[in-house]
């Protein structure tokens, strides 16, 4: 039984399990490339949960779509046409927030959380006037709610990876002016960048990530998709060219791995279980990402404290003091301590520190405004932080 | 169809009673999510308590209130603490957090639902969204005399009777530490030189927040909790400056859309000929964005027309004052 679904799983992430299940996997990895692209610019311009109330906005689109379709006498469920009004009715959503909060006194999260709800109950009405009305092809509009990987045909699987292939490839044409938009605004409007459209731009890729996502995760869980891969990405670096590939390849991870288990397990959502396998690494990243992960900042934190205890303690040593407890166990340990004091090699280190301390004083009291970010002053040897020549006229200054 | 007084004392005065219990209970506290700025906290908890109230459901294996509850609350505690620990410790900004753990938190309650319900449990996430006020029925009365009737007050449904406590708890308490609540909301530094404690408070208005929205969840689903936590209450922000006004209007405002709403789903579609009545939970959301909708337009001073109208008055001030110099000047 467990070796069957092992193999079985191995064959659809591996793309073996037939044509239709690898078109569905390649498709939702797009889907999650393309999120985690455009998600890592959202993030940055502070726009997170504007998507989501896009993302709850696309419902009552759908809904009057599919009661026109049905009124033009189309087949139940016309794809092209659901989507366009997923697009018409999540714009309107948007322009709606920003209208509230340019010409009211509202704020951001009141105007994201009226729309988002306002819509979305519109959008319940008028599932419930189609149920009412009986109409044929309804069954498939549940699904875009909570998404539904088996509801994509093959052809709807390489539409939407062509088109968030399109999405990632527009952030990377646009990365220059997405960046001067993500880090200043205020800059890239005095430089004369339209901010106005770019924004509108940023948007506008959200929404189509969106929407090519509904049927797949969809819409209360999509947002989720712009959101945690960049998050997670977030952990690993602090580079936006290195940020927005981590997020796309976490992104496409989460739709590869999801969309197999969901493949696996049919009864399950697919939304929820790609979310929950992003959610999965974004936890991973949080807690042991090398950059910024708890552990990893715990342990540079814990390093940098008994760095400075053991530079303190030589120094004491060095002035004839005596060091006992855990610290003197520990200098023991390293060789600079034998019997109460100082080795040789105990010596030199203390004899280090006191002058990397010595010249680092000199240098912050000195040039305070030539101190350099990402460093820990005085503690750092100072040789391998500051240019030779400017280590060199500190030390003369303090001979003289 | 014809409405008999007994069907709409059983079917329709339940429900109507809970929506508007659950419209006032929102929008009182919802007025501290809005001035506080904390709008989306009502988005985030209500789609977090989801996994917590199914495992209510299923430790217990009912559908009594409270393990549901109880579970609902401890989702609630949960996101609280992620959101802060990813905020601080992570470094993210706040927004990012929230959407993390609200979107994890829903698809783990998602995934859970659909578990229970492969095993043949009667839950399903539809009534999670749009909660199931039709199914409130009040099956004691048998016409109008039965009002004047405690025994038939007695059996009202639990759904109502929680909902009605909710209510008072929550009035209880803004009443009760209205001073408190005021000075924490607009001057946090202030309040906390004059010793009081402003982060508690502050923790406080969310759990009255996530216990509202847990209570209410059932009766009219998540989407509407919020719709009723944010509307109602930046309606009335944009109609007064005063926040004790702020604070009955927004009520008032809750209950009407509530009675509008209900009405417009319930009795709307029978009027029009059709058979079947709409969705009540998404109408009433729907009556609350039409009055916010209203407020924004025409709201006296705070309003897009009134504004324009004083700026026009301004104009018209200005020119003949200025025509007013010219006359005088030499």
Same mark, same amino acid.
């Given at each position: 039984m467990i070796p069957a679904i092992m193999d079985e799983a191995w064959r659809i992430l591996t793309f073996q399990a037939g044509f239709n299940s690898a078109v569905v996997v390649a498709g939702t990895a797009a889907l999650g490339l393309a999120g985690g692209t455009v998600g890592t610019f959202l993030l940055l311009r502070r726009r997170a949960l504007v998507s989501d109330a896009l993302s709850h906005a696309t419902l009552p689109g759908i809904a009057i779509a599919f009661l026109i379709g049905a009124a033009l006498g189309l087949p139940g469920r016309s794809l092209p046409l659901l989507l366009a009004g997923a697009v018409a009715s999540g714009v309107l959503g948007l322009l709606t927030i920003q209208a509230l909060v340019r010409h009211t006194r509202l704020t951001e999260d009141a105007a994201i959380g009226a729309v988002l709800s306002v819509f979305f109950g519109l959008g319940i009405v008028l599932l419930s006037l189609i149920q009412n009305l009986e109409l044929g092809g309804q069954a498939g509009l549940k699904t875009f709610i909570l998404g539904q990987t088996a509801a994509m045909a093959q052809g709807?699987?390489?539409?939407?990876? %062509?088109?968030? @292939?399109?999405?990632? #490839?527009?952030? #990377?044409?646009?990365?220059?002016?997405? *960046?001067? %938009?993500?880090?200043? /605004?205020?800059?890239?409007?005095?430089?004369?960048? /339209?901010? &106005?459209?770019?924004?509108?731009?940023?948007?506008?890729?959200? &929404?189509?990530?969106?929407?090519?996502?509904?049927?797949?995760?969809?819409?209360?869980?999509?947002?989720?998709?712009?959101?945690?891969?960049?998050? @997670? #990405? *977030?952990?690993?670096?602090?580079? %936006? $060219?290195?940020?927005?590939?981590? @997020?796309? %390849?976490?992104? @496409?991870? +989460?739709?590869?791995?999801? #969309?197999?288990? +969901?493949?696996?397990?049919?009864?399950?959502?697919?939304?929820?279980?790609?979310?929950?396998?992003?959610?999965?690494?974004?936890?991973? $990243?949080?807690?042991f990402a090398p950059a910024r992960g708890l552990v990893a900042v715990a342990l540079r934190q814990a390093r940098l404290r008994l760095d400075f205890a053991e530079r303190r303690a030589l120094s004491v040593l060095l002035g004839g003091g005596s060091v006992k407890g855990m610290l003197g166990a520990w200098l023991g340990l390293r060789g600079f301590v034998r019997t109460g004091t100082l080795t040789e090699r105990g010596r030199e280190a203390a004899r280090a520190a006191e002058r990397n301390r010595r010249l680092w004083d000199r240098f912050l009291t000195d040039y305070p405004t030539l101190i350099p970010a990402h460093v820990n002053w005085g503690v750092d040897p100072i040789d391998d932080v500051l240019p030779v020549d400017m280590v060199r006229m500190l030390e003369e200054r303090g001979a003289s | 169809m014809t409405l008999t007084v007994q069907e709409f004392l059983q079917i329709d005065v339940p429900a109507l009673l809970a929506a508007v219990l659950v419209c006032a209970a929102c929008a009182l506290v919802g007025n501290f999510l809005v001035l506080r700025r904390q709008g989306l906290m009502g988005d985030a908890v209500s789609h977090a308590v989801l996994p917590g109230i199914v495992a209510g459901f299923l430790v217990a294996g009912t559908r009594e209130t409270l393990p549901m509850m109880l579970g609902a609350l401890a989702a609630a505690a949960l996101a609280g603490v992620l959101i802060e620990a990813i905020r601080r410790l992570g470094r993210l900004e706040s927004g990012a957090a929230m959407g993390v753990v609200f979107t994890v938190m829903f698809a783990a309650g998602v995934v859970m639902i659909e578990r229970a319900a492969a095993s043949g449990v009667d839950l399903d996430a539809d009534c999670v969204l749009y909660g199931q006020l039709e199914t409130i029925l009040w099956l004691a009365p048998t016409g109008w005399a039965s009002l004047l009737d405690p025994a038939a007050w007695a059996a009202m449904p639990r759904e109502v009777v929680t909902l009605g406590a909710v209510f008072a708890l929550c009035l209880a308490l803004v009443v009760l530490f209205y001073k408190e609540l005021k000075i924490t909301t607009f001057d946090p530094a202030l309040a906390s030189t004059l010793g009081i404690p402003a982060g508690l408070f502050h923790y406080g208005v969310v759990l009255l927040v996530a216990t509202t929205a847990i209570a209410a969840f059932e009766a009219v689903g998540s989407i509407l909790v919020i719709a009723m936590l944010i509307a109602p209450p930046a309606s009335a922000r944009l109609l007064t400056d005063r926040m004790a006004v702020q604070l009955v209007l927004s009520v008032a405002l809750g209950v009407l859309a509530a009675v509008v709403g209900y009405g417009a789903a319930a009795f709307g579609p029978l009027w029009l000929g059709a058979e079947h009545s709409l969705n009540a939970a998404g109408m009433i959301a729907v009556a609350a964005g039409l009055i916010l909708a209203l407020a924004v337009l025409f709201g006296p001073t705070h309003g897009i027309l009134g504004k324009r109208r004083a700026v026009g008055r301004l104009r018209t001030l200005v020119t003949t004052d200025a025509v007013a110099a010219d006359g005088r000047r030499p």
């Open positions: 709807e699987a390489v539409g939407i990876g %062509l088109l968030a @292939a399109a999405a990632a #490839a527009a952030v #990377a044409l646009l990365f220059k002016e997405l *960046r001067v %938009l993500a880090f200043d /605004p205020g800059f890239a409007a005095v430089q004369g960048w /339209p901010v &106005a459209r770019l924004d509108l731009l940023l948007m506008g890729l959200a &929404a189509l990530v969106t929407v090519i996502g509904l049927q797949t995760v969809g819409l209360i869980l999509v947002v989720a998709l712009l959101i945690v891969p960049p998050a @997670a #990405a *977030r952990f690993w670096t602090d580079r %936006l $060219s290195t940020l927005t590939v981590v @997020a796309a %390849l976490i992104g @496409a991870l +989460s739709g590869w791995l999801g #969309a197999t288990l +969901s493949a696996l397990l049919p009864k399950l959502p697919a939304g929820a279980v790609i979310v929950l396998v992003a959610g999965a690494i974004f936890l991973v $990243s949080f807690l | -």
